[in-house]
């Protein structure tokens, strides 16, 4: 199993999900086995801890990027990390640090990309966008990590309808339970077996 470290900043519904598939056992490949949050007290900590799942908080806004990012570096090697989901982490990773996890880092976006992702583009300000626009269908998307934010090649995708007449925090509630806690646990599992194919 590859160990998988799971980075969040929030509530952490994604990484419940991840932690669901795993105790279902669906989720064989990968091990979750460390999750780091960049500040104290979230909730997402508390899934972790309820989950058995070794947790830290690295405080990003204490550190600022470049500290920060050499300290998640320095856990992620001590704890023999091999791959990184980033579940509702809502920092954007530097070509520094992305380039030396090429193909190791996945992230959920709430969106079918190219639509509605980029800078700026993140949370509920997505789903504003997309009712903006007056789409009919929307979703998520599981990528791989590069420096770009979202512009990594796309794992897995997931479309979802868009009722009329829906708000933006309706809609969001709609994603994240039919497309994103759906294949984010999807996309992890391919992810991890390419590596372990690799190895």
């Given amino acids: ?71 998640l570096s320095r856990v992620l090697a001590k704890h023999g990390i091999k791959l990184i989901v ?14 030396k996890w090429p193909r190791r880092i996945i992230n959920v976006h709430p969106s079918l990309i190219p639509s509605f992702c980029g800078e700026g583009f993140w949370g509920l300000k997505v789903h504003e966008a997309a009712l903006e626009k007056g789409v009919k269908v929307t979703g998520a998307t599981v990528h791989y990590v590069n420096e770009i934010p979202d512009g990594g090649e796309i794992i897995v995708q997931k479309a979802v309808t868009v009722p009329e007449g829906i ?19 999807k996309a992890l599992q391919i992810a991890a077996e390419k590596i372990e194919k690799e190895n």
């Fill in 1 to 71: 199993m590859i160990p998988t470290a799971v980075l969040v900043s929030g509530g952490g519904t994604n990484l419940q999900a991840l932690i669901d598939s795993r105790n279902s056992g669906a989720l064989t490949s990968a091990d979750l086995a460390l999750v780091v949050a960049d500040r104290p007290g979230i909730f997402a900590l508390e899934r972790a801890k309820a989950a058995g799942i070794r947790s830290i908080v690295i405080n990003k806004k204490e550190l600022g990027r470049e500290r920060f990012e050499a300290e």
């Fill in 86 to 99: 980033l579940a509702g982490f809502l920092c954007i990773l530097s070509k520094d640090f992305t380039d």
């Fill in 167 to 185: 708000t933006p925090k309706a809609l969001q509630k709609r994603v994240m339970k039919l497309a994103e806690w759906k294949i984010l646990p």
